[in-house]
């Protein structure tokens, strides 16, 4: 696991594996349920957009019966769509509409 920071964004986020698959750059975050959530492909290009280079994005879904699946994310909004939830969240701090928790 990989504490990484968007210090230009303002956010950070533990993603679970940052290493080569098939040979390229990739990133890859253990999921303990069997569907893939929408959101996964917006968690996965917030970390992606905390390292240097580009990275190929993954869900590893692990099933409590030992059974798994890859799920690439490969959807250019996604970053964008991260990139506005990012603000809202901001917005929401600088206005005390929302608190951090420690």
Not at 86 to 99: D, K, S, T
Request: charged letters at 25%.
């Amino acid at each position: 696991r990989s504490v990484l920071v968007n210090r230009q964004h303002r956010y950070a986020g533990t993603v679970d594996v940052i290493g080569i698959l098939n040979g390229k750059p990739a990133i890859l975050d253990y999921k303990t349920s069997v569907l893939a959530m929408p959101w996964e492909g917006l968690q996965l290009a917030g970390y992606a957009m905390c390292l240097p280079d580009a990275r190929a994005r993954f869900g590893l879904h692990l099933g409590a019966d030992g059974s798994y699946k890859v799920i690439p994310y490969t959807d250019r909004n996604d970053r964008h769509d991260f990139l506005a939830a990012v603000r809202m969240i901001h917005f929401r701090l600088r206005h005390g509409l929302a608190v951090l928790e420690d």
